[in-house]
């Protein structure tokens, strides 16, 4: 069944996967050196880098694909049209201008038109492999059939990673806010129990589907999160700090002072401390700060802007941290974007679960 493999399912082999995205790399990476220019604000949430051209290139190829061949079903099989154009309604509902954003998105950095850029994907799928675009042969009623079934599953979701983060990262519903990924549904489970960081201390929440979790670096970072299928600028820190039995009991006193953001987050690194709210997270008295800092790099000057949220399992002091930072020669509106992890934050702290208060001696 040709029309289900290399890019239209991927459910192909790693070979064939590996074959799609050199022939992507070979056609487009040329035009990749020639830069960035200026795109609509939504373009400002994702690096512009190497990795994340290539990344959208294969997503768009993805896309290109799955039209050409329901079109193709359509054309071939003239009963099967409206079902044809009622899956790719499904998909382009589910994830809506996610294909045309990222086509954009290559195209501008390229310098070129959209159409040119797909017609470059167009001309690389076409000459490599072809089993990734329809040719001139008719493709029997059971597959077109499965096909349709297949896409419209992937309305529901159903969608191999990474192109699944992809589509959800780059839909307009998501650019909007990432919260919305929550609320639909879509979203990782995490729980930090048996995690060496963790300090014994038990914690679960959840996460945007299409946010990419790595490493944290820093000793008392869990887990850290990247938005935009691991391209964007947003990041999500879980952090447990040492547990230090009389420090932590003047800290859980200080928790409810009103400069608890200075005594609790304040240092030099910080250049203004613009607001502190005091709530709950799952029963436990929680002081947020958000904040502004500024650090030099190789890379030049960083602006970042964050809003921590500390509370204590028993007296060991949990922090989420959400933050969006660009470097200052990128004219990037940082508090612009602060406000979608600000409130993407206020989204994660609703669903998180702290455990052991549930547990019975």
């Known amino acids: 069944m040709p029309f289900l ?13 590996n074959l799609f995205s050199l022939i992507i790399l070979i056609a487009c990476a040329p035009l990749f050196l020639a830069g960035a220019n200026s795109l609509h604000s939504d373009a400002q949430l994702f690096h512009k880098s190497e990795g994340t051209l290539l990344a959208f290139s294969r997503a768009s ?12 079903i359509a054309d071939k099989y003239p009963d099967l049209a409206s079902r044809a154009q009622l899956a790719q309604a499904e998909f382009e509902l589910a994830f809506p201008e996610a294909c045309k954003f990222m086509l954009t998105f290559v195209a501008s950095a390229m310098k070129t038109t959209v159409e040119a850029f797909e017609s470059t994907l167009l001309d690389a799928m076409q000459v490599k492999s072809k089993e990734i675009l329809p040719g001139d042969d008719s493709i029997p009623r059971d597959q077109a059939i499965e096909f349709i079934a297949t896409v419209l599953s992937r309305g529901k979701g159903n969608v191999e990673s990474p192109v699944f983060e992809l589509l959800l ?15 639909r549904g879509f979203f990782q489970p995490f729980n930090t129990k048996g995690h060496a960081k963790s300090l014994g201390a038990s914690v679960k929440m959840r996460i945007p589907r299409s946010w990419v979790a ?7 970072v869990v887990q850290k999160w990247v938005e935009g299928a691991g391209f964007g600028r947003g990041i999500v820190l879980l952090m447990v700090m040492e547990p230090d039995s009389e420090a932590q009991i003047e800290w859980k006193v200080q928790l409810d002072r009103p400069d608890a953001c200075k005594v609790l987050f304040g240092g030099a690194h910080l250049t203004n401390i613009s607001r502190a709210r005091w709530f709950s997270i799952d ?3 929680t002081v947020a700060c958000e904040y502004e800092q500024t650090s030099t790099t190789a890379f030049g000057a960083i602006a970042m ?10 007296n060991t002091p949990v922090v989420v941290q959400c933050s969006v930072s660009a ?3 990128e004219s ?25 208060q549930y547990t019975s001696n």
């Not at 190829?61 to 193709?72: A, F, T």
């Not at 519903?173 to 919260?179: D, M």
């Not at 802007?305 to 028993?314: D, N, Q």
Request: aromatic share 6%; with cysteine; hydrophobic share 35%.
């Open 283 to 285: 029963g436990l008295p």
């Open 169 to 183: 990262a780059t839909s307009s519903t998501t650019r909007r806010s990432p919260a919305s990924e929550l609320s």
């Open 5 to 17: 493999g290399l890019d239209i399912s991927l459910r192909d082999t790693q070979m064939k996967h």
């Open 332 to 356: 990037i509106d940082v508090p612009a974007m602060f406000s979608r992890i600000s409130m993407l934050c206020n989204a994660i702290s609703t669903q998180i679960v702290f455990p052991a």
């Open 327 to 329: 470097l200052a020669s």
């Open 305 to 314: 802007r964050s809003v921590s949220m500390m509370t204590f399992v028993e």
């Open 214 to 220: 790595k490493e944290g670096d820093r000793p008392h």
């Open 61 to 72: 190829g993805y896309c290109i694909s799955q039209g050409k061949w329901l079109d193709h």
